[in-house]
Every structure is written in structure tokens, then in C-alpha cells.
């Protein structure tokens, strides 16, 4: 699976290496999602948006959508800052992840499950 992280820390980028084991092909970005990082997610199949301070606008989401991404995973310290609404009905699979320190391992098993089901 070809996966976009965004707002990924560099302790997180080493754990998202562990445990990633060259299963999937992922693309790092230290910046949030936004209008000038979005091109980054074009001809990916996940995205992985880690911690987003400001909100996901929808626009971005349709961006994201229309590039062909199919899988959406945010992981979140406090409030979901994205309307689901939207990536509910294109049928699209998302997941919400609680920061934890499993957080990152979280992210791997669930791009894992996903990829064995498309």
C-alpha cells in the first residue's frame, strides 16, 4: 500500500520504521496537511494525518479524495478536527486513532488489514 504520513514527529518516523518492516510504501511529511502539502498525497492510497492543530477543511478531503486516496487514518490527542461526513459518504474507509504509545503500531496493523482486504 502506498501511504502519506503528515505531521509525523522524528521519535514517531523511527517507531513507523520499526514496525512498518518495508511492508508498505510511505512517504513522511514533518508539516500538517494543507493546502500547499496536499500535491504530496496524489497516486497514494492511505494518508495518515498525525496531531493536525487546525482543522482538515473539506476542500482538502475532496483533494484527497480525487487523488484516488481510499483510506484515511488520524491519530488525535484531544478533538477530531475533520468532518467525517464526507469521507463516510464517498464509502471510504477512515479510523480514528487515540495518541497513545501504541499509536504509531496501531497505524502499521491497520494499513496492514486494510491492504488484505482491497
Not at 496531531?51 to 487523488?67: A, G, N, Y
Request: without cysteine.
Amino acid at each position: 500500500m502506498k501511504v502519506i504520513v503528515y505531521n509525523i514527529s522524528q521519535e514517531d518516523k523511527k517507531i513507523l520504521a520499526l514496525a512498518n518492516r518495508k511492508k508498505h510504501t510511505i512517504t513522511i511529511i514533518v508539516y500538517p496537511l494543507n493546502e500547499t502539502t496536499v500535491h504530496f498525497a496524489e497516486a497514494k492510497d492511505a494518508v495518515t494525518i498525525i496531531d493536525q492543530e487546525t482543522p482538515v477543511s473539506d476542500s482538502l478531503i475532496l483533494k484527497l479524495i480525487s487523488f484516488g486516496v481510499k483510506h484515511f487514518i488520524f491519530r488525535f490527542q484531544e478533538h477530531v478536527l475533520i468532518d467525517l461526513s464526507i469521507i463516510q459518504d464517498a464509502g471510504l474507509k477512515y479510523i480514528i486513532i487515540q495518541d497513545s504509545e501504541l499509536a504509531i503500531s496501531s497505524i502499521i496493523e491497520m494499513l496492514d488489514a486494510w491492504s488484505k482486504n482491497d
